[in-house]
């Protein structure tokens, strides 16, 4: 009896499995390609929308926040912080709007309260989350938390913040002050030497300043007390 014959399987030849191969690739791309461009446009879209959000947030706290201004500027501090029955106080705004521009201001409003009531840890706290270095505001904020800093007797962490408030908006009415009380805290840290030189940088930047009298005093004793 003749023998069975079994058939062979078919086997793809190097070139069926090279189209094969391209044609994976290229659903694997178009694909991946799609996903992309619909994640994109989900991204585009989305951002506009929260950017127009933020802009309604943003009207909204301005609106609110003339109420605690008012409380601000009457030196009514603890309303300013707290609100009334009928108004926000900054504590709300900053926690309701804080990702604004305005909301932001909150912060430096509300950090500037806590100076003025004495709560100087919970001033360290906002102020360092104040998100605008390069202004003048930025060189207030930062010499509010130098500020902070000072009350709770860290006097070189204090001094290297109201240098680096002084060099963040560089003007002859803000920079001499911040500058002056530097040299001051690097005394109260006993950093002689470090005192002097920002004395010197004071009268030397900003000769014409009404703080260069002060500066140029305090010079005078420091390199006699401590003359080598």
């Known amino acids: 009896m003749a023998e069975e014959q079994i058939p062979k399987p078919e086997v793809e030849t190097p070139s069926?499995?090279?189209?094969?191969?391209?044609?994976?690739?290229?659903?694997?791309?178009?694909?991946?390609?799609?996903?992309?461009?619909?994640?994109?446009?989900?991204?585009?879209?989305?951002?506009?929308a929260y950017r127009q959000y933020l802009f309604t947030q943003n009207e909204e706290c301005l609106r609110e926040m003339r109420f605690a201004e008012a409380y601000?500027?009457?030196?009514?501090?603890?309303?300013?912080?707290?609100?009334?029955a009928t108004a926000l106080g900054f504590e709300q705004l900053?926690?309701?709007?804080?990702?604004?521009?305005?909301?932001?201001?909150?912060?430096?409003?509300?950090?500037?309260?806590?100076?003025?009531?004495?709560?100087?840890?919970?001033?360290?706290?906002?102020?360092?989350?104040?998100?605008?270095?390069?202004?003048?505001?930025?060189g207030v904020a930062q010499a509010a938390l130098a500020g902070a800093y000072a009350e709770l007797k860290k006097f070189e962490k204090a001094a290297k913040l109201y240098e680096e408030a002084a060099?963040?908006?560089?003007?002859?009415?803000?920079?001499?002050?911040f500058l002056l009380q530097a040299g001051q805290c690097y005394e109260l840290s006993k950093d002689w030497e470090?005192?002097?030189e920002v004395y010197e940088e004071l009268i030397e930047k900003y000769p014409?300043?009404?703080?260069?009298?002060?500066?140029?005093?305090?010079?005078?004793?420091?390199r006699t007390a401590h003359a080598k």
């Open 16 to 48: 069926q499995e090279g189209k094969w191969l391209a044609l994976w690739h290229r659903l694997r791309q178009n694909r991946l390609a799609s996903i992309v461009s619909a994640g994109l446009v989900v991204l585009v879209v989305g951002w506009i």
């Open 72 to 84: 601000f500027r009457q030196d009514s501090f603890e309303k300013a912080i707290k609100g009334t």
């Open 94 to 138: 900053v926690k309701e709007y804080g990702s604004t521009e305005a909301g932001n201001l909150c912060r430096l409003y509300l950090g500037a309260c806590y100076l003025k009531t004495g709560k100087y840890e919970a001033a360290v706290e906002v102020l360092s989350e104040y998100e605008d270095e390069d202004s003048y505001l930025g």
């Open 167 to 177: 060099d963040i908006h560089h003007n002859s009415q803000t920079s001499p002050v």
């Open 194 to 196: 470090r005192a002097m």
């Open 208 to 222: 014409t300043a009404g703080e260069v009298s002060s500066a140029q005093k305090h010079l005078a004793r420091l």
